[in-house]
């Protein structure tokens, strides 16, 4: 028996008018009449009891049906089947939203209180007497259809109805009566299980114990909205508006968690235009990490489709710094934690001549060729500097390599591991040994831990949010490792942007107001795109970042044909005959009147 029908559940207070009819009846609550019992009661020696929490449940179904009472019931349909049963139970602390998959018997929600969202609270002595479940049995029981629609409750529970609402003459005892059936109907349908066959009520067992929680980002989704709702109005399981693209600005006021940092990571906050576009897929992600404990994600697609602008996106929304970790074929696992420099403090440079700060004022270009042997004449002071420092600091960083002097260096992952912060380790699909990327599943997993190379353990900040990148259908790509994957709270396979996007997100970041122009270059690029997938191009690429160089070129010479020769019709092809061909086919056709 399921402690939905505890001996202590059975024991508490009958609500009115039942208490006062059986306070009459010299208090029973059990009657041994076969008309009081319910059709699937078939024991030998036939009892039915009156259930408190079924009769409570039974008078809030019935003044919700009539207005006088809050909450709602409905159900979710598709492909004329129920795929969930909903409900909005009130109780003193709160309202229950239940949601019931007669699939599976599964029953999962939520607790919404005035300072948050908690689990439903498990039936029990102490916590619920599970009204609200048997409030959710007897709704599909007056409504379940051809499945869990019940003749014998439904017509009992209408004659109570009936009587409450004073259209039928029905004496206390008759009354009491279709309590008696109501409560033994419920109880055999839950209890019974298999030995009365459709006609039971699916529960998969002692779940009302511990039951499943919904978590607050799936209602944003509306995987459990109602779209029939039959009484009341949902409150908490109501489809939420479809996200929709909005702005950096917007999303911040929504998602930034006000965290502050020293100087030299504060730095590191992206600051994207506050007014640029924010897709839905970002959101979805913004939600998840805001809302629930995930904090992995696997952006996948095409060179140019956005993944690492919307990974920068989502440490300005959160205001944490972003971190760039750039993966290559010969990434080892080593270098995914730490760093390999020469240790330039140590090495001594050899005694000879630098040039002073009077010789860089009085002639900035001597002095440069005074170290390189190159005089590049006119050059100015500041350019002049940041050569000479760049200079001395390559031939300390050689010197110091020859003398195989080395130190180790935190890894940007580890860095970023040590607070809150978004880390993107971008291409990690170029990574050709297997498994290496496999070293990182301690920081993945719930201990977030592991172990640096001198000895020290590092253990993940919880709000660390990693982000993975990857080209997966590009040449030199590799298959991830299952175990990586399985660690990935969400996968995301990122299309190409389609040319009215590219055309927008370019003007944004451009400033070019040439509508017109931009459009039509978006437009081309498209093309060529596909033509380099249909021909099966290899070497060649042609997307979001080559129609935003276009721009600039063409900003910056006027001419936006041929501004096109080495933005895009050069990176489209290594063979001259492809890029010829690119250009007569899509560039000339479109452009040639503006040479």
């Not at 779940?207 to 779209?227: K, M």
């Not at 590009?474 to 709270?489: A, D, H, K, P, T």
């Not at 459009?519 to 997307?543: D, F, N, S, W």
Request: proline share 5%.
């Amino acid at each position: 028996m399921s402690n939905l029908y505890g001996t202590w559940n059975l024991k508490q207070e009958l609500p009115e008018p039942f208490a006062g009819i059986v306070q009459k009846c010299k208090g029973r609550r059990s009657s041994l009449k076969n008309e009081d019992c319910s059709k699937y009661n078939t024991v030998r020696a036939k009892s039915a009891t009156l259930h408190p929490p079924t009769l409570k449940a039974i008078l809030w179904l019935l003044g919700l049906m009539d207005g006088r009472k809050p909450g709602a019931a409905g159900h979710q349909d598709s492909n004329g089947e129920v795929n969930f049963y909903c409900l909005e139970y009130p109780k003193p602390d709160g309202t229950c939203a239940l949601v019931y998959n007669s699939r599976n018997g599964k029953v999962k929600g939520f607790l919404q209180k005035k300072d948050g969202t908690e689990p439903l609270p498990p039936v029990s002595v102490s916590e619920s007497s599970g009204e609200e479940y048997m409030a959710l049995f007897a709704y599909l029981s007056i409504d379940g259809g051809d499945s869990l629609g019940d003749t014998e409750f439904a017509a009992h529970f209408f004659e109570i109805h009936e009587y409450l609402a004073g259209h039928k003459e029905l004496d206390e005892k008759g009354l009491l009566h279709c309590a008696f059936v109501c409560c033994d109907n419920l109880f055999r349908r839950i209890e019974s299980g298999g030995t009365i066959g459709k006609a039971a009520i699916p529960l998969e067992t002692n779940q009302t114990a511990n039951p499943e929680f919904i978590q607050p980002y799936l209602l944003d989704t509306g995987v459990f909205s109602p779209n029939t709702i039959d009484y009341g109005e949902f409150q908490l399981l109501s489809a939420k508006k479809i996200l929709q693209e909005t702005t950096i600005r917007e999303i911040k006021e929504k998602f930034h968690q006000g965290r502050e940092y020293p100087k030299e990571y504060a730095c590191m906050i992206p600051d994207l235009p506050e007014n640029y576009r924010v897709n839905t897929e970002t959101q979805e992600i913004l939600s998840m990490i805001v809302h629930t404990p995930a904090r992995f994600f696997l952006l996948a697609g095409e060179s140019g489709a956005g993944k690492t602008t919307d990974s920068k996106i989502i440490a300005q929304a959160l205001g944490y710094p972003h971190f760039v970790f750039t993966c290559g074929p010969n990434t080892e696992e080593t270098s995914l934690m730490v760093s390999i420099l020469p240790n330039v403090d140590s090495c001594k440079l050899p005694q000879e001549r630098w040039p002073t700060m009077e010789d860089l004022l009085l002639d900035p270009a001597s002095a440069v060729a005074e170290l390189n042997g190159t005089y590049p004449a006119g050059i100015p002071q500041e350019e002049a500097f940041r050569k000479i420092l760049a200079e001395i600091y390559q031939r300390g960083y050689d010197r110091a390599k020859g003398e195989k002097d080395f130190i180790k260096k935190e890894s940007t992952i580890i860095q970023a591991c040590r607070m809150p912060s978004v880390i993107e380790i971008q291409e990690v699909s170029m990574i050709e040994k297997p498994g290496t990327l496999t070293r990182l599943n301690a920081l993945f997993d719930d201990c977030a831990k592991t172990d640096l190379l001198n000895g020290e353990t590092i253990e993940r900040h919880p709000d660390t949010v990693v982000i993975l990148t990857a080209n997966l259908d590009y040449i030199g790509c590799q298959m991830f490792n299952e175990s990586v994957l399985s660690r990935m709270n969400l996968i995301q396979h990122r299309e190409g942007m389609s040319a009215k996007d590219m055309a927008k997100r370019a003007m944004e970041r451009t400033g070019c107001q040439e509508s017109g122009m931009v459009h039509e270059m978006a437009q081309v690029v498209t093309k060529i795109h596909r033509h380099l997938l249909k021909k099966q191009v290899q070497g060649g690429v042609c997307g979001y970042r080559e129609l935003e160089n276009w721009i600039w070129n063409y900003l910056a010479s006027g001419n936006v044909l041929q501004a096109s020769y080495h933005t895009v019709v050069s990176k489209a092809s290594p063979y001259p005959e492809d890029r010829e061909e690119i250009l007569k086919s899509y560039i000339l056709p479109y452009f040639e009147g503006a040479a």
